[in-house]
């Protein structure tokens, strides 16, 4: 089977992808065979390189822009993308394309359409965004992660899946992963920005480092435009708490671990944490990017109403993150009881949902 792959912009549209590939593979009695469209200087290039699946530059633009020559340009990359996929489908052979969206996954959707390839999409978001709506024409079969997305979704072709995982979130405990970090007994916060990283969460903590380490020990996942300024602020503490705090410009294979190790996260509400907090028992106070189409706002509120995650509006973080973190940690029968919510709303079949429906899809 030849199954090929579309999505990006970030970690949420790619380790889903991926996720399926690696259950494809396990569940299914032939060799599944992987190729990845994407864009060349977008994070799935950077993503699939490091899985070691072969990669494809498909030319892509988002077309939101409100200025006429950039949405020209836009849908004139567009249509070379499509050109792009089409020819990297047809050399490949594909008999299944799963695209997870992201504008980058548009031309691939279309291209395989034109090619009468079958087309799963995935939709990890609760609320589509732009690309996915696009995508819901093109597509044979629709995968949502939560049941309130089925109201948006196309009917008659729509199902829930969950969110899916890599297999790596079966192989880790809690143990390992704070031996795997050189953790001691206290407290230990993971803050995440994401692949591209957050800046405002991001300065909250560079603005009273100390503070934050001497009450918890600190995974930061800085993001590449923080990484330099943050390992300096490490640098400048004492040699006795420069130990508390771990930052990393950005993680693979060790996220999981950093999600295990950690008793609560703090980061923005991308798609991932649908999946990947529940999965690791993680609470979560969750800052939704405060963006058009309100998608981070949506799954963010979808944890809180679950009893797994407390919202915070963006514009508080500088005064109120810490405080809020400090009060959580210090409550532990409330941080346990998150937790526990979280796993509840675990989907650990997810991977293995879409791989059937693909396998089901296929010509």
């Not at 990297?88 to 390839?117: E, K």
């Not at 509120?301 to 407390?310: H, S, T």
Request: proline share 6%; with cysteine; hydrophobic share 50%.
């Amino acid at each position: 089977m030849r199954l090929a792959l579309g999505g990006g912009g970030s970690g949420g549209h790619v380790f889903p992808a991926l996720a399926v590939a690696q259950s494809l593979r396990a569940c299914a009695q032939e060799d599944v065979e992987l190729l990845y469209l994407g864009r060349a200087d977008g994070v799935e290039a950077t993503i699939t390189r490091d899985a070691g699946i072969p990669f494809r530059d498909v030319s892509a633009r988002p077309i939101r822009d409100r200025n006429v020559l950039a949405k020209l340009w836009s849908l004139g990359a567009m249509s070379w993308g499509v050109w792009d996929a089409a020819r990297a489908l047809r050399r490949f052979r594909a008999d299944v394309v799963l695209v997870t969206g992201g504008f980058a996954s548009v031309p691939v959707a279309v291209a395989a359409r034109l090619l009468r390839i079958p087309v799963v999409l995935y939709q990890p978001d609760i609320v589509p965004g732009w690309a996915v709506r696009q995508l819901y024409r093109f597509a044979t079969r629709v995968c949502v992660t939560h049941k309130s997305s089925l109201a948006r979704a196309p009917k008659g072709k729509s199902v829930v899946t969950g969110y899916p995982l890599r297999a790596i979130f079966e192989e880790v405990d809690r143990p390992m992963a704070r031996a795997r970090f050189h953790l001691n007994g206290s407290p230990t916060v993971l803050v995440a920005g994401a692949v591209q990283g957050a800046r405002r969460i991001n300065n909250a903590l560079a603005d009273d480092l100390p503070a934050w380490i001497e009450a918890m020990q600190v995974i930061h996942v800085t993001g590449p435009d923080d990484f330099r300024r943050m390992s300096s602020l490490r640098e400048s503490l004492p040699e006795t708490l420069r130990h508390r705090y771990q930052p990393f410009e950005y993680m693979g294979d060790d996220f999981p671990v950093a999600l295990a190790a950690a008793d609560l996260a703090v980061s923005r509400s991308g798609a991932s944490v649908l999946g990947e907090y529940p999965a690791s028992s993680l609470a979560a106070i969750l800052v939704p990017l405060p963006i058009a189409g309100g998608h981070q706002r949506a799954n963010a509120e979808m944890l809180a109403a679950a009893g797994a995650a407390v919202v915070m509006e963006d514009a508080e973080t500088p005064d109120a993150l810490l405080p809020a973190v400090r009060e959580l940690l210090q409550d532990t029968e409330r941080l346990q009881t998150m937790r526990d919510r979280a796993a509840a709303v675990a989907q650990p079949d997810a991977a293995r949902n879409i791989a059937r429906v693909i396998w089901e899809a296929r010509k």
